[in-house]
């Protein structure tokens, strides 16, 4: 059994996994009421929480501790505090049950995890509050083919429903007001190649509300409209590239229920397989580490408590998808 910890930003996720089947999801996200997250408060929110996901993990998965036999966690990308409280829950752990680590990329693991619903060799929107790209493997790596020049598209839509005053996540409320829009309002359309931008539309949009000229459903129905086009335009972009036949969803963002009706839509219209994994394992969670790790550690990679190597194990906040040598495919 692997067991898998996140700790990039504000969840604090743990999962069990034996031979590709999931055995406990448990997490714990830190969330604020005003503004956005402050990475020294995530932290202390993680290190509050981490014996306590641990104890409910193995209750979930009911097996005792010493039924693991490795621990993976998220190396980067992430929020240097919050990566950090991870690392040190990582190392304590291993050491006191005497297995070895796994260090995972986070990214990745979002796009192997897509495996359990079926996909092989997909091109991945990946679009979370932090990250937005269009990964696939080719040439020996995944690959990033297109991302955001600047925000996320999920801090994006947090910092509008910020500034509408409607709380954070602003995802699932946009969501819900832009299925009452009728109107749409025409916004910046900013796509280049395979790469999205969300900052100019983020002004633009805030402009619009100030003039109280347009309703926040209108516009929330137009945000969504306008840059879900973007982020299938550029998949569609990315799988006439590629060649490869699969889309495959994943990030928080993928939650949304007209993102994935437009990916649908796309991928009939070329043919292309669509592939969605259950909401859980869509946000971030410990399971995808956890599934990473096992295929990781089923081909050798580890690292042994004790060693040189455990040493010198280090978080890396600013870790590239296309940096990762990939020894499992
Ligand atoms: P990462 O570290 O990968 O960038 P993250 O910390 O931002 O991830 P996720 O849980 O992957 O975390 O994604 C969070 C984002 O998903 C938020 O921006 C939130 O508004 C959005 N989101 C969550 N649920 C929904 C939903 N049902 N509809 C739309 N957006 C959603
Ligand atoms: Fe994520």
Known sequence: MILGIESTAHTFGIGIVKNGKILANVKDSYTTQKGGIIPIEARKHHAKVANSMYEKALKEARISEDKIKAIAFSQGPGLPPCLLEGLKF?????????????????????????????????????????????????GGKYRIFGETLDIGV??????????????????????????????????????????????GILTNLKQKLDS???????????????????LVEASERALAHTGKEELLLGGGVACNSRLQEMCKIMCKERKAKYFCPHQSLLVDNGVMIAYLGEIMFKKGIKIEPKTKKFGELDILPRQRTDDIKIMWR
Not at 159 to 174: D, V
Not at 213 to 228: M, P
């Open 90 to 138: 990582t190392k304590q752990l291993s050491s006191k049950l005497k297995v070895p680590v796994i260090p995972v990329n986070h990214c990745i693991a979002h796009l192997e995890i897509g495996r359990l619903t079926g996909s092989k060799d997909p091109v991945m929107l990946y679009v979370s509050g932090a990250n937005t790209q269009i990964i696939a493997f080719a």
């Open 154 to 199: 999920g801090n994006f839509i947090d910092t509008f429903a910020r500034y509408a005053g409607i709380g954070f996540p602003g995802g699932p409320k946009i969501s819900e007001l832009a299925k009452k829009g009728k109107k749409y309002i025409p916004l910046p359309y900013s796509i280049k190649g395979m790469d999205v931008s969300f900052s």
């Open 212 to 230: 109280s000229k347009y309703k926040l459903t209108d516009l929330s129905f137009s945000l969504q409209e306008t840059v879900f086009a973007m």
